[in-house]
């Protein structure tokens, strides 16, 4: 696949929070099928190793999973859960923890800070920590509970599906490094095919609930997730209808413009005065304090 280019479509604290352009290049996906991974947590490697991450001790809690969440230096989290089902057996389900690259970015939303936060015309969100804050409202708008805060550079961290790689024709660390094929990537359009056609199967192998994950709420994400347990996301950690916070929605398309219009209002008001009445003369000798 050759690389496509790295046009922003939107950018963080734009005034009305709009699209900036129509796509002229395809929107690409990363294809997730939960029940084909074998949690050997060789993209969590990779994905280290490619980001040139720090290293983050493990934390043992009675899982295989490495860590108990995501972290500002651990971009990519196998998932472990074991559920008892309806018929008495036992689901042991696994599932890659990483951004979702929504559609609607939450975070994109909620970020005050011009440019920290960039959606791609191929679909994905990146964070440009030479222009982030830190303030950590990205989280907050985040309905998958994604982005992290760094003690040691200050800044929100996150996965940006190897962004450096996809740039120039190659796939993400973690799908190159991914023996069992449950990792795919390519166009969102051909990777919801695939994803279509492996939930059929599912279907027709006794797994009446099989879905694909793309949530409309968050307008789709470039995550897409093959579900054996369609039923119950939550088994996997992810949200049953993730949605961006409706605070975030009244912040960016009512209350900031509102407070952007308000403070032209003021400059002008100002200078009205001043064309008006001139400015103010300093007071004659004698008259301090009348």
């Known amino acids: 696949m050759d690389g496509p280019s790295l046009e922003i479509r939107r950018s963080s604290a734009a005034l009305w929070g709009e699209k900036t352009g129509v796509r002229h290049v395809p929107v690409v996906a990363k294809y997730i099928d939960t029940s084909t991974c074998i949690g050997c947590k060789a993209c969590e490697v990779a994905c280290q190793e490619w980001n040139d991450l720090g290293v983050v001790p493990t934390q043992q809690t009675g899982s295989y999973q490495t860590l108990p969440t995501l972290h500002a230096d651990f971009w990519n989290l196998i998932r472990f859960s074991e559920r008892e089902t309806e018929y008495g057996g036992l689901a042991w389900l696994m599932r890659k923890d990483q951004c979702m690259h929504c559609e609607d970015p939450g975070c994109l939303a909620a970020c005050p800070a011009?440019?920290?936060?960039?959606?791609?015309?191929?679909?994905?969100?990146?964070?440009?920590?030479?222009?982030?804050?830190?303030?950590?409202?990205?989280?907050?708008?985040?309905?998958?509970?994604?982005?992290?805060?760094?003690?040691?550079?200050?800044?929100?961290?996150?996965?940006?599906?190897?962004?450096?790689?996809?740039?120039?024709?190659?796939?993400?660390?973690?799908?190159?490094?991914?023996?069992?094929?449950?990792?795919?990537?390519?166009?969102?359009?051909?990777?919801?095919?695939?994803?279509?056609?492996?939930?059929?199967?599912?279907k027709a192998s006794g797994f009446e609930a099989a879905t694909l994950y793309d949530p409309p709420g968050v307008g789709g994400t470039n995550?897409?997730?093959?579900?054996?347990?369609?039923?119950?996301?939550?088994?996997?950690?992810l949200p049953r209808d993730p949605r961006v916070p409706l605070a975030v929605r009244v912040w960016k398309r009512v209350l900031r413009p509102v407070g952007v219009l308000a403070v032209f209002g003021t400059i002008l008001a100002a200078v009205g005065h001043f064309m008006t009445h001139g400015p103010n003369e300093p007071g004659a000798p004698g008259e301090e304090g009348l």
């Open 223 to 237: 995550v897409v997730t093959v579900l054996a347990h369609g039923d119950r996301p939550e088994w996997y950690g």
């Open 114 to 202: 011009p440019g920290a936060i960039v959606q791609y015309e191929n679909g994905i969100v990146d964070v440009d920590p030479t222009r982030c804050i830190g303030c950590g409202y990205c989280l907050t708008g985040c309905p998958f509970n994604v982005p992290r805060f760094s003690a040691s550079t200050g800044k929100m961290a996150k996965c940006t599906l190897c962004v450096d790689r996809v740039q120039v024709g190659l796939e993400p660390a973690c799908v190159k490094a991914c023996p069992t094929g449950c990792l795919q990537f390519g166009t969102k359009e051909d990777m919801l095919a695939l994803g279509r056609t492996r939930v059929a199967q599912l």
